[in-house]
């Protein structure tokens, strides 16, 4: 039964006190927890974001998928307790989403916007990121579970982004038109990024990946390669190195590694605020907002992303380690 919310409820315990009504929080921790031959939450490492979207998108698949028959006869639970409809329910065959391109690509997706067209990212904060469309390319948008546009975005010298980038990508329904932007708008929002720092919607707690190595040859062997001196040098037109064994092995277990950190396991360990996260990452701060972001504007990081943050990680906790000479090589 569907509680009465008084007068003193907050708007959080409201929202929460909906989710539990409507069965929301019992569904997210049952894909949180669930696991069979196919799927296992825990392993998968799924992050409390992609739950909630997760959740969304099934939802919206059940919508799309209702029958009369499956409403009837839960309808009469409701009303009769029939038991056996309750435990031999009307199957529900829901289609699974294709990562197949449209049958009649590409006339099945028409662009929104052509390139010159001004946009700027739907807000989901105070702060947003605007600039020119500059081309697009079609790619799986796995917050709508189908293909969708990606816009290339030339951002506006006075967008807040701007400073650290000067292109982005963003889907085409993360973005708006941009044809009644003022300069004091710009002004404010470019204030407001540099001087506070912005809290996250939620700090999921998530695991790393662990690093893979994968190579068709045993560890012991790769070791060996890894621990040879590296090729000599052949002399032509340009200085080129042979690749030997040893160079292959390193490149294939680069091409391999899964070396990666989420942005809210690094939010929460340094002290940094997301505009700094944009930075690393060579990204807007309208998407990396979005990566902070629950249910519909979630929008999950590349895996690029994951990696400029990892390796991030990495030299704030090892740069005094590394030698001198070697920093020389890094231009750090």
Known sequence: MIKTISNQTTHTDAYQQALEDFGITELLSYLQNYSDDDFSAASMNV??????????????????????????????????????????????????????????????????????DRVRWQPVSNITDWGTIIGHFYAYAPH????????????????????????????????????????????????????????PSSIATVHNNPSSQTSTLPYSLIQQYLHTPPANYRYGRRTERTLTQREQEIIKLYS????????????????????????????SISTVRRWFSRGRNYRRPMSNDLRHLALMDFLLEHFEEIPQELRKLLNC
């Open 144 to 199: 709508l579970s189908q293909w969708s546009i990606y816009y290339l975005i030339r951002l506006a010298p006075n967008s807040p982004s701007f400073p650290w980038t000067v292109t982005d990508i963003a889907w085409e329904d993360d973005l708006e038109s941009n044809s009644e932007r003022t300069v004091e708008a710009a002004g404010e929002q470019i204030s407001t990024v540099r001087d506070h720092r912005v809290a």
């Open 256 to 283: 391999y590694c899964q070396l990666g950190m989420t942005p809210q396991r690094f939010y929460a360990k340094w002290q940094v605020n997301q505009d700094r996260i944009a930075m690393i990452c060579s990204r």
């Open 47 to 116: 992050e409390e974001q992609e739950l909630e979207s997760l959740a969304a998108i099934l939802i919206q698949h059940l919508l799309g998928n209702l029958k009369g028959k499956l409403i009837n006869s839960y309808l009469h639970v409701i009303r009769h307790g029939d038991s056996h409809v309750r435990s031999h329910p009307t199957n529900l065959e829901i289609s699974l989403p294709s990562l197949e391109l449209p049958a009649n690509f590409p006339q099945q997706i028409t662009p929104r916007y052509t390139e010159g």
